[in-house]
């Protein structure tokens, strides 16, 4: 869905994982395009064989702005992602794998690669460590595939374990490993839970932003519904040389087609 702002143009992504789930998954993405939509993004397709989903792309004139790597197993050490956990460099690794091989099938740009919790047992600059080497091994099987890896920090509050803390550890990984490769996901809803100051961080950010996602706080619904000053936001980003995906992943509190009322507000 292409938005003119008065700022400029900014291009949003269906999250189906939170939106239209009142249809089953693969209905999902005609319900997309007939509501405007022209790409999707979803945290896990790895339930489906990737040919079939470039099928349901394909066949609704989709496209994929992004993936994540795969989850480990609800309840274990490695289920919101491996690249944080020490001994657990195999199933990382087998993940990005996987993750590379179903993007370029896709044709998703962007790979978002799961920090996952920290240990409570192990040493954090051990996990710190561990973490970087896994994301440099990661750049370095992205690089040259078309393929930018994204790195996400999830707010203290709803996650006071994630490994990843804040967007400006991101960047500095991202900068440390290779910026040309690695990214930041900046995610406004986190950003704002976090510690506020939202356009003044994703100014300062810009440089490293690799993909943004929005929701609004609280709650977590469609911008409008919460306390973020989206109108604003958005157009900063439109105004900004940000010209990626902006993926819509929030819960909608009325129904995802009254939700998208919110789209009406922001136009020039």
Known sequence: MIIETSAGRIRLAANLKWMYTELPFEQRFDAAAASGFTGVEFASPYDLPAERIRR????????????????????SPTAMGAAYVPGASEEFR???RSALEYATTLGAPVVHVMAGLRPQDVDPELAFATYVANIGWAAAQARGSG???VLEAINKRDQPTYGLRTMETAAAVAEAVDAATVGVLFDVYHAQVDRGNVIERFESLLPWIGHIQIADNPGRGEPGTGEIAYDRVL?????SDYSGWIGCEYGPVAGTEEGLAWTERITA
Not at 235 to 239: L, P, T
């Open 147 to 149: 393929v930018r890896v």
């Open 94 to 96: 087998a993940g990005v």
């Open 56 to 75: 349901l792309l394909d066949q609704a004139g989709l496209e994929q702005a992004l993936i994540n790597t795969p989850a480990g197993p609800k309840g």
């Open 235 to 239: 157009a900063r980003i439109a105004a």
